[in-house]
Structure formats: structure tokens, C-alpha cells
């Protein structure tokens, strides 16, 4: 027999590597997108913090005459 | 009488004590010939598996390595915050499905691989089992 199962086994195993590649790719996209969600974060606490303040720092509509 | 290989065989040893010496000869020639003919069967069969198996690998490799790299590319996009988090999502979520895919690929490659491999190591009880389920490729045999 040609032995074409075992040829292709020993193909298809290492091809492991490349999927364990894409894997890690991943897995730091993973990460890096819990990051960019983290900034977002900090960046609108920040955006309502300056507006909660402005709001502070201006009188009411019709307050002060 | 219409055998299968392996029931052939099984027939044979149970006439050989009746037989002469030529129609042992005969017999024994006739199953070398079956066997051969198994053998040709499970190579044209295996020949046609490892092909869609290796298609199939091709097509998987393929989508890991274009995966692969639109990973690293939106890793770095993120971190040089070049992109909406929603957006990250978004494609994040369809090159995942792009490598899903692709395993699924590599695994049905390695389950024809499995296949072919236990068709390699006995090909008469292959052809056999397939003779069974089709009888219109069972064999004459004069026993």
C-alpha cells in the first residue's frame, strides 16, 4: 500500500503548529481588545466627570441675575 | 458462488483437506488475484480521500495563516488605538469563525486520514465489509 495515511497524519500534525499560531494570535487579539475597551471606558468616565463639573461650575438658566 | 473476499477465504480453508493438490494451487492462485483486486480497490479509494483530504488541509492552512495575520493586525490597530472597540468586536468575531471553520477542516482531514489508514492496514476486510454492503461486487468462486 502507499502508506497515504500515515503521510497525511504526519502532515496534518504538524499543521498543529499553525493552528497553535493562529491560536495565540487570538488570544492576544483577545487581550488587546479588552484594553481598547478599558480605554473607552476611562475616556467617557473622564468625558462625564468634565461635563458633571462644567455643569457644577455653571450658574442655572434664569439662578442668577 | 458469489462471496466476498474474506468469506472466500474463510470457504477456502474449510474445503482445502478435500482438495488435490492442483485445485489447491488453483484455489490459492484465485484468491491472490481477490486480494490484488481488494488491494487495487482500496488504492483507487484511499487515492480519492487523501486528495479531498489534502484539498481540505490547503483550504484550512490557508484560513489560519489569513486568520492569523488579521489577529496580529487588529492587535495593533487596538494598541496604537487606531480603532473603536465596537469595530474591534466585530472583525474579532469573524476571523474567529474564519479559524473555527478552518479547525473543523483540519479535524475532518484527520478523520479521513484515520479512515485511510485502517483501510491501508487490512484492504481486503475493507472491500469485504463494502462487498457485504453491496452484492453486486461479491465475487465467484468455484468453492
Known sequence: MANRGKRLKALLEGDQRTAHTTQQ??????????????????RRDRERQRRDELTQRTPAIGGHR | ???????????????????????ANEGRQALQ???QHAANE???????????????RDEALKALTEARDGFESLSAEGSEGRIAGTDYAARMHE???RQDTAEAKLARATEIADGIEGIEADPV??????QKRMPHLRTMVPW
Open chain 2, 42 to 56: 482500496a488504492d483507487e479509494f484511499t487515492k480519492a480521500r487523501e486528495e479531498e483530504a489534502l484539498a481540505l
Open chain 2, 95 to 97: 476571523l474567529k469563525e
Open chain 2, 1 to 23: 458462488m458469489k462471496r466476498t473476499v474474506a468469506e472466500a477465504h474463510r470457504a477456502f480453508d474449510d474445503v482445502l483437506p478435500r482438495l488435490s493438490d492442483y485445485q
Open chain 2, 33 to 35: 488475484e481477490l486480494d
Open chain 2, 125 to 130: 476486510a475493507w472491500f469485504s465489509e463494502l
Open chain 1, 25 to 42: 494570535a487570538f488570544l492576544k487579539s483577545e487581550d488587546s481588545l479588552s484594553a481598547v475597551e478599558e480605554r473607552e471606558a476611562t
